[in-house]
C-alpha cells in the first residue's frame, strides 16, 4: 500500500494502538500548532518504526498540551530494508544530503566508512539519525534506518560477513555497463560501497578486488561526484536486482 502524502506525517517514539492518546513532545507541539496552524480536530499521520502508520487527531486539553490519539492503522509494519550503505562520510552539507538520498533509495543500514582519501568525517551520530528519520517521514518509509558507528575500511572487511555480498562503485572498472555485472549476482543480502570524493586508494582497490565476496560494478562513462554516484547506484541496483525488480 503506498504512502498518503497529503497529511503530515510525523514520526514518535510512543507506542500506536487504537484510541490510546499520548501527549505530542515539545517539538511537536510547536510544529503542529505554531508552525502548521493545527487545531482541535485536525488530523495527521503518525508512525514509529514498529506499529505501522496510523491515522491520529488532535486534541488540545489546554493551551499548552497537545494530544495525539491514533484512530485506525493506515499501513501495517513492513520488514525493513536489508540494503546496507557503506560510505565514506563527506562534508557536512553534502553528508546531510547523502544520508537523506540513501534513505529515500530503501537503505536499511548506514555505515559510514574511514577511508584513507575519506575528506569528512562523522561528528554527531544523532545528526544522521535525525537526516534519516526526516527522509523517512516526508518519504512514506515507516522503517527508520539504522545508523552505525563510523569503521576503517579495513576492519570492516576483515569481519565482514561473506553471506552478504558487497557490490562496490570502482571508477577503475574496464567497463562502463553496470547491468551485466549486476545481473550475475544471486545473492539476497547485499551491501553497496561507494568511496570518498577522492576514490578509493590503490591498496584499497586491489583490497576490495581480492575479497571473493566483493563484486566492483561501474557507474557509465562521466565522472560522478560521491553524493551523485551514490543515488545512481542505489537506483540501478534497486531496478537490477533489488527491491524495484
Not at 7 to 29: C, I, P
Amino acid at each position: 500500500m503506498r504512502a498518503n502524502y497529503r497529511m503530515q506525517r510525523l514520526f514518535v517514539g510512543d507506542a500506536l494502538a487504537e484510541g490510546q492518546a499520548f501527549e505530542a513532545s515539545k517539538d511537536h507541539f510547536h510544529y503542529l500548532t505554531n508552525v502548521l496552524r493545527m487545531s482541535d480536530g485536525d488530523a495527521v499521520l503518525l508512525f514509529n518504526g514498529r506499529d505501522g502508520e496510523w491515522h491520529a487527531t488532535l486534541s488540545l486539553p489546554t493551551r499548552k498540551r497537545l494530544l495525539l490519539t491514533p484512530t485506525e492503522q493506515t499501513r501495517p509494519q513492513p520488514a525493513p530494508s536489508d540494503l546496507h550503505y557503506l560510505f565514506a562520510p563527506l562534508k557536512v552539507g553534502r553528508l546531510d544530503y547523502l544520508v537523506q538520498k540513501a534513505v529515500e533509495m530503501g537503505a536499511g543500514v548506514l555505515q559510514p566508512v574511514m577511508t584513507q582519501h575519506v575528506q569528512g568525517k562523522i561528528t554527531s551520530i544523532e545528526r544522521l539519525e535525525a537526516n534519516a528519520t526526516e527522509a523517512a517521514e516526508q518519504c512514506g518509509i515507516l522503517a527508520i534506518p539504522t545508523v552505525a558507528a563510523p569503521r576503517k575500511l579495513e576492519d570492516l572487511l576483515a569481519d565482514w560477513p561473506r553471506e552478504r555480498r558487497i557490490i562496490f562503485c570502482d571508477e577503475g572498472h574496464g567497463s562502463q555497463n553496470p547491468l551485466p555485472v549486476l545481473q550475475g549476482i544471486h545473492e539476497r543480502k547485499l551491501a553497496l560501497l561507494v568511496g570518498p570524493e577522492g576514490g578509493f586508494s590503490e591498496e584499497e582497490r586491489t583490497l576490495l578486488r581480492s575479497l571473493d565476496f566483493v563484486t566492483p560494478i561501474p557507474l557509465g562513462p562521466r565522472i560522478l561526484r560521491a553524493d551523485t554516484a551514490a543515488v545512481a547506484a542505489m537506483a540501478v541496483i534497486q531496478a537490477a536486482i533489488g527491491d524495484w525488480h
